[in-house]
T-cell receptor, first 115, second 114 residues
């Protein structure tokens, strides 16, 4: 079945540093990948839609210069949190669709803690 | 951003009981999905519904796509301890492209007493 991986699973960084999170579709190609953020006891909130070979589409209120998304290949999208602050601490989850199917498969998530 | 309505936030049931969860929206969706999330993990798809009025089963799970396309329900029968987790509903407007993004409900935390 379709498997999506994320790396790292957990990361702790100091305030002001940048952190890169990888999302890979392991056994299918994904033209579109999605990045979500989930705070404790809350729902998943879509941050951006990542399209291979083009610029990501960000949701309202999400700073594109702070959350850099690169979708360089059909199996890899990266999210870089720049100049991280403690309020960026959250659970970041990606998903991918093996188009033309509409089902989204989710990665296991990355727990980011900014000290 | 928009969220779907799920309530209550938490449900507590006895092992063996059935439980039903509802999800409503102020706008229509063309696809409804139900996910389960365990702590510290990503959501896993349980059931996908593609047509208004559709009733679909997956083992002990049954879900229906409302006729108005603004609601859906999920029923779990004969609950077992491993049913514990957070259940999210999600709506999707289109199959592909930018409008294939998912809008999630707030989730319902289900606890099952042995």
């Amino acid at each position: 079945g379709a498997v999506v991986s994320q790396h790292p699973s957990r990361v702790i960084c100091k305030s002001g540093t940048s952190v890169k999170i990888e999302c890979r579709s392991l056994d299918f190609q994904a033209t579109t990948m999605f990045w979500y953020r989930q705070f404790p006891k809350q729902s998943l909130m879509l941050m951006a839609t990542s399209n291979e070979g083009s610029k990501a589409t960000y949701e309202q209120g999400v700073e594109k210069d702070k959350f850099l998304i690169n979708h360089a290949s059909l199996t890899l999208s990266t999210l870089t949190v720049t100049s991280a602050h403690p309020e960026d601490s959250s659970f970041y989850i990606c998903s991918a669709s093996p188009e033309p199917y509409n089902e989204q498969f989710f990665g296991p998530g990355t727990r980011l803690t900014v000290l | 951003g928009q969220q779907l309505n799920q309530s209550p936030q938490s449900m507590f049931i006895q092992e063996g009981e059935d439980v039903s969860m509802n999800c409503t929206s102020s706008s229509i969706f063309n696809t409804w999905l139900w996910y389960k999330q365990d702590p510290g993990e990503g959501p896993v798809l349980l059931i996908a519904l593609y047509k208004a009025g559709e009733l679909t089963s997956n083992g002990r799970l049954t879900a229906q796509f409302g006729i108005t396309r603004k609601d859906s329900f999920l029923n779990i029968s004969a609950s077992i301890p491993s049913d514990v987790g957070i259940y999210f509903c999600a709506g999707q407007l289109r199959y592909t492209g930018a409008n294939s993004k998912l809008t999630f409900g707030k989730g319902i935390t289900l606890s099952v007493r042995p």
